[in-house]
Nanobody
Framework: VQLQASGGGLVQAGGSLRLSCAAS????????MGWFQQAPGKEREFVAA????????YYADSVKGRFTISRDNAKNMVYLQMNSLKPEDTAVYYC????????????????WGQGTLVTVSS
């Protein structure tokens, strides 16, 4: 499994960004997908997860109501729409994949992309 995240950049507080993750897999619907963030000097933290069929999603409390995870299995793509961005959202965002449905900070996905940097200025 190879994951390529993109879409990061510099945005002002209150703005929006859409992250994309291109997955090199045969059948994306077999995989639960997720996003994690790692802020400077901090450990990686769970952001959002979506089940293979997209029937289930789960979000960290810090992003609930602001971020939306989605997927297009036909295109092998996963997205993270980030609205109402805050300076504390500044981090490298990683796309992840897992054959199991898991979520939360205790989730340890076996596959990770290279990360894309999101910087939110105040």
């Amino acid at each position: 499994v190879q994951l390529q995240a993109s879409g990061g950049g510099l945005v002002q507080a209150g703005g929006s960004l859409r992250l994309s993750c291109a997955a090199s897999v045969h059948t994306l619907s077999n995989y639960a997908m997720g996003w994690f963030q790692q802020a400077p000097g901090k450990e990686r933290e769970f952001v959002a997860a979506i089940s293979g069929s997209a029937g289930n999603t789960y979000y960290a409390d810090s992003v609930k109501g602001r971020f939306t995870i989605s997927r297009d299995n036909a295109k092998n793509m996963v997205y993270l729409q980030m609205n109402s961005l805050k300076p504390e959202d500044t981090a490298v965002y990683y796309c992840t994949a897992d054959l199991r449905w898991r979520y939360g900070n205790s989730w340890s996905p076996p596959w990770w992309g290279q990360g894309t940097l999101v910087t939110v200025s105040s």
